[in-house]
């Protein structure tokens, strides 16, 4: 059979998936093969993936692929029959996680993580309130998509939603940003509470990676979390983009905050690309739910995402991968640096391990935001063979999260070729 043409392909997803779906990129890629950090299409050019966060271990790694089929072609079942697997995986899981965090429940989206982790920090407080960041995203489902304001404007919050400015101020001492941001939370409880409504959860991703990634100094996160707690809620942790070492400093994003939450969801890179997903809990504060509720979850814990996921773990600390990502993360982040030298576009340059955000400014000063030169330099690096994408609500920050088995040849090659696509613009 002829490969299809980009055209035809575009036809087709319009016709047979609606009109929901987005495609990346002004001449949208059309990979059949993915390897390592990079990805290649159907003529056979490779594309340096520095945006892929869900397959951490790198793509088609063989490791997780032979456990994923060992499984298959043994067993697969659910949670109601007795297995190993699930109890291996969940002993794993825990044991990368503070001690508090007693069980671990699984789902197959990060989505339905965060929706079963309200649910059950709704039934533990007694209270329906939810606080999130401006721009924050956090899933699909009917509650998600009213907290994800990143959605877009015709998405309304819900009315038990309030909103908090992210804590963006990579230049001030975590005291003064964890004040800042905490007066925010403590503003949003306020709010609820004039509108009747005792706050359940402050919810956020711990690195802000829709915000704009705000991984700010060390330690700014734990005002907030005292905030909610003295209102009576729980601090949830939205893991699904920091988790499983990305950051270099830390296995979790919470953790570079040396906050304990009360929730951690997780999901993305926790299969390298097999939908497993779930979150991890205090005892104490799942207690109610387990009286009220019977879970079950046809395909969260199946055994063969169990071995998905437990060879995930396998490369990961074969690997040593969480250091990788911190010792490239940290040599990528200076080669980012020193272009911002030579190309005033770029303003401020944050991140921690392999989680970075270039921020695209007209104006340093103002920190006015490039949002169109933005997406030309989005669109001119896959043209490059370098694939990334923009974040924030002006969507002027380059996101950059590749597999945690970049090397720095590949950070450099990135560097490069950001620098190339920045003269031409
Ligand atoms: N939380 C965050 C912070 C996310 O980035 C995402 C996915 N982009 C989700 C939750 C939802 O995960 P999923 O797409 O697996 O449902």
Request: aromatic share 6%.
């Amino acid at each position: 059979m002829p490969t299809p043409t980009t055209a035809d392909l575009i036809e087709r997803r319009a016709r047979l998936l609606g009109p929901s779906y987005r495609l990346f990129y002004d001449e949208p890629l059309h990979p059949v093969r993915g390897e390592g950090v990079w990805l290649f299409d159907a003529e056979g050019r490779r594309y340096l993936d520095a945006y892929n966060n869900v397959v951490c271990v790198g793509h088609a790694h063989p490791q997780v692929v032979e456990a994923i089929a060992r499984q298959a072609a043994t067993l697969n079942t659910h949670t109601r029959y007795l297995h190993e697997g699930v109890l291996d995986y969940a002993e794993r899981l825990l044991a990368t996680l503070p001690a508090e965090l007693g069980h671990a429940v699984f789902t197959c989206t990060g989505s339905e993580a965060n929706d079963l982790a309200l649910r059950i920090a709704r039934t533990h407080t007694g209270g329906q309130g939810v606080i999130i960041t401006n721009f924050a995203y956090h899933g699909v489902t009917a509650s998600l998509a009213e907290a994800s304001p990143s959605l877009g404007r015709y998405v309304q919050l819900g009315e038990t939603v309030r909103t908090v400015a992210p804590p963006d101020g990579d230049d001030l001492d975590a005291g003064t940003l964890g004040r800042r941001f905490a007066d925010g939370v403590r503003g949003a409880i306020a709010d609820l509470q004039a509108a009747g409504i005792r706050p359940a959860a402050l919810l956020v991703d711990t690195v802000f990676s829709s915000d704009g990634i705000f991984t700010g100094p060390r330690g700014f996160l734990q005002p907030a979390v005292d905030a909610i707690r003295e209102a009576g809620g729980v601090f949830i942790a939205d893991e699904v983009q920091p988790g499983f070492g990305r950051t270099g400093e830390a296995f979790w994003g919470f953790a570079r905050h040396g906050v304990v939450p009360d929730i951690v969801t997780m999901g993305k890179p926790m299969g390298n690309g097999h939908p497993v997903a779930g979150l991890a809990v205090r005892p104490e504060v799942m207690a109610a739910f387990g009286r009220q509720c019977r879970y079950f979850n046809t395909f969260g814990g199946n055994p063969v995402s169990m071995a998905a996921a437990g060879a995930v773990l396998d490369v990961l600390q074969q690997g040593a991968l969480q250091a990788n990502a911190q010792a490239v993360g940290d040599h990528l982040m200076a080669g980012l640096r020193q272009l911002a030298e030579k190309h005033a576009l770029i303003g401020q340059v944050r991140g921690a391990g392999l989680f970075i955000g270039v921020e695209l400014v007209t104006d340093r000063a103002r920190r006015t935001p490039a949002t169109a030169e933005a997406a030309r330099v989005v669109n001119g690096l896959r043209q490059a063979g370098v694939l990334l994408s923009a974040t924030g609500e002006a969507a002027h920050i380059l996101k950059l999260r590749p597999p945690l088995v970049f090397e720095r040849a590949h950070a450099d090659l990135l560097v490069r070729t950001l620098d190339d696509v920045l003269a031409r613009l």
